[in-house]
């Protein structure tokens, strides 16, 4: 395997080396028909091939190079095309005409050294298509990788149709490496002639890139041109503007100079009215200053009494601010008692239906309760008629049984006397049997008709059963019935308990709106304390007890604090209100000792 890497190598170099030379020959292109081309593909399908894995499939064994060749397309997304161009080609059958098609597009792309080395760099890849001593995937791989790249030189015009890839032989001929002694003399001029084609391609690279350089400058000079003729239109718009804003300074100047020669006489008349005027100021001075000691002594009593008034303005300040919240409150107790008045009477609405609804289920429990007496009352006349009935064919059947019994007797006693009168006894007998027979039918069909009654006394059993039950539930009905009104008594003395309340609430109402027009008439506030809201008092802050519909909430008009009826009962007349509201009993001591304490 070694040897022949080592020669499929020196192979290639020696195709690439004569191909090179031959197209520097012929001037770098080349068409289908040129030996060393096919040489080289050939050579190239060798190299493909070396360590190639065999697959076998239905048909055979397959042992084809364009498998790897197909990875390409995965690995590198611009060789879709070739592949793409390669399946679509009519003319190929097989996978070795597809391969030697795919070769021939890479090297008119000049491409075929960038996608064989994509392939090199994933061995991994390649490991499911060669052995791992083949020369795709040892280093003599990436050798004719490099050398492939010089390829990229030649220009390559290959026509695919029309030709039959699929049955062409691939045969290296040696007969072109065979080196004459002509070719060594001649290989200097070749040399020579590849370096004057390099040159040529260099200077013609050059001038391509100086030709792109060249448009981006005309570009650039195009665009400068633009903004330079822009800023010559603007120079020439702020020249407009500098010479109008000189002639207007000049205009400025000359009414500067106007307006001063103005202010100089207006100057002289007023130096001349002030020295009047101090003359004036001088004997009005001595007046003046007599008048100042007056005002002074004026204005101290009016600061004075400004300062008592503010005092006062202040107090009526903070009285308003109190009043107002005290109205606010006052309006928030009224809303909330409203909200409660309209939640009671809901609950009146409800109780008073479901009063209702109970009258109606105990009026339909009485009515059902005197259909059942009635029923109950109706059967048991069934059933004493039943037992009287059973009674009577008792009788018959016992009165049945002793005319039989007396027959029988007396059948006996003719046999005995009258053993001659056989045909008369038996005549009479058979008539006994016949009047037996038909006593024994009257006595089956009265047992029929007992086992009837029988029948008929059980059911009359069952249902005084079931209507002894029903009247069992009955009387639970009644317990029930006798519970809800008791609930009912219970609910009615809780509305009375509440209407009671609303009308104590309603009362409280009007008073709250009378306090509140009379104290809007008045100044309108209290500042000193502190106002508590409803929300956050739950209990009297003297004696600790909860708030309830009984206990209601009350206001100290002193300190703000909120107390039950029993705690706030005291009245007294505050400053800030006209007649006498309710006062706490720790403010109601300590507004009687200022007073004496004054008082005194």
Not at 246 to 258: K, P, S, T, V, Y
Not at 289 to 295: G, Q
Not at 530 to 542: H, I, N, P, R, S
Request: with cysteine.
């Amino acid at each position: 395997m070694m040897e022949e890497r080592a020669n499929l190598m020196h192979m290639m170099k020696l195709s690439i080396k004569v191909l090179l030379q031959s197209a520097l020959s012929l001037g770098r292109s080349l068409d289908a028909e040129h030996a060393p081309l096919q040489q080289f593909f050939v050579v190239m399908e060798h190299c493909l091939k070396h360590g190639l894995k065999v697959k076998k499939s239905f048909i055979g064994q397959n042992k084809s190079f364009f498998g790897p060749l197909e990875l390409v397309e995965k690995l590198c997304p611009e060789a879709s095309d070739i592949a793409t161009s390669v399946r679509n080609l009519p003319e190929l059958k097989t996978a070795v005409g597809r391969g030697r098609a795919w070769l021939y597009l890479a090297l008119m792309q000049k491409k075929l050294a960038d996608y064989l080395k994509v392939l090199i760099d994933n061995k991994h890849l390649l490991s499911e298509f060669y052995e791992p001593e083949a020369l795709m995937m040892e280093e003599e791989g990436m050798v004719i990788v490099g050398l492939l790249v010089g390829l990229n030189v030649l220009d390559a015009n290959l026509c695919l149709k029309g030709e039959d890839l699929d049955s062409q032989v691939g045969v290296i001929d040696f007969s072109l490496y065979l080196k004459d002694v002509q070719d060594l003399e001649g290989g200097k001029e070749h040399e020579r002639i590849t370096d004057v084609l390099d040159q040529k391609n260099y200077v013609e690279e050059l001038n391509r890139h100086l030709s792109c350089t060249v448009g981006d400058l005309q570009t650039k000079i195009d665009s400068l041109e633009k903004t330079n003729s822009k800023l010559q239109e603007e120079l020439s718009a702020a020249t407009d503007r500098i010479c109008s804003l000189q002639e207007e300074q000049q205009q400025l100047r000359e009414q500067n100079e106007l307006i001063r020669e103005r202010s100089e006489k207006s100057v002289e008349i007023t130096k001349q009215d002030t020295k009047v005027e101090l003359e004036t100021y001088k004997q009005t001075r001595q007046g003046l200053d007599e008048m100042y000691s007056d005002v002074w002594k004026q204005l101290k009593e009016e600061k004075k009494v400004r300062l008592e008034l503010e005092k006062e303005l202040e107090l009526q300040i903070g009285m308003k601010t109190e009043m107002e919240i005290a109205m606010k409150l006052l309006e928030k107790d009224t809303h909330e008692k409203q909200d409660t008045l309209v939640a009671l009477r809901q609950q009146l609405e409800e109780v008073k239906a479901i009063n209702l609804q109970m009258f109606h289920k105990v009026q339909d429990a009485e009515s059902s309760l005197q259909q059942k007496n009635e029923t109950i009352t109706s059967l048991e006349e069934k059933i004493n008629q039943v037992m009287s009935s059973m009674k009577q064919m008792e009788q018959r059947v016992q009165h049945s049984e002793r005319a039989r019994q007396g027959a029988e007797a007396r059948s006996h006693e003719l046999q005995r006397e009258l053993g001659g009168r056989s045909h008369e006894l038996q005549r009479e007998l058979s008539q006994a049997h016949g009047h037996c027979s038909s006593l024994e039918k009257e006595l089956k069909s009265e047992k029929e008709q007992r086992q009837a009654l029988q029948r008929e006394l059980q059911h009359e059993k069952d249902t005084s059963s079931l209507l002894r039950t029903e009247l069992q539930q009955v009387e639970g009905l009644k317990k029930e019935l006798r519970e809800l009104q008791d609930e009912k008594a219970e609910l009615q003395k809780v509305c009375d308990e509440q209407e009671q309340a609303l009308q104590e609430m309603g009362l409280h109402l009007s008073q709250s709106k009378l306090k509140m027009e009379d104290i809007k008439e008045v100044n309108k506030a209290l500042k000193g304390h502190t106002w508590l809201k409803d929300d956050e008092a739950t209990q009297c802050k003297q004696c600790e007890k909860e708030f309830s519909i009984s206990r209601r909430k009350h206001h100290c008009r002193n300190c703000g604090h909120i107390f039950c009826n029993t705690c706030s009962s005291n009245e007294l007349a505050l400053p800030s209100y006209p007649k006498p509201v309710r006062v706490c009993d720790s403010c109601h001591t300590l507004l009687l000792q200022r007073c004496s304490s004054t008082g005194s």
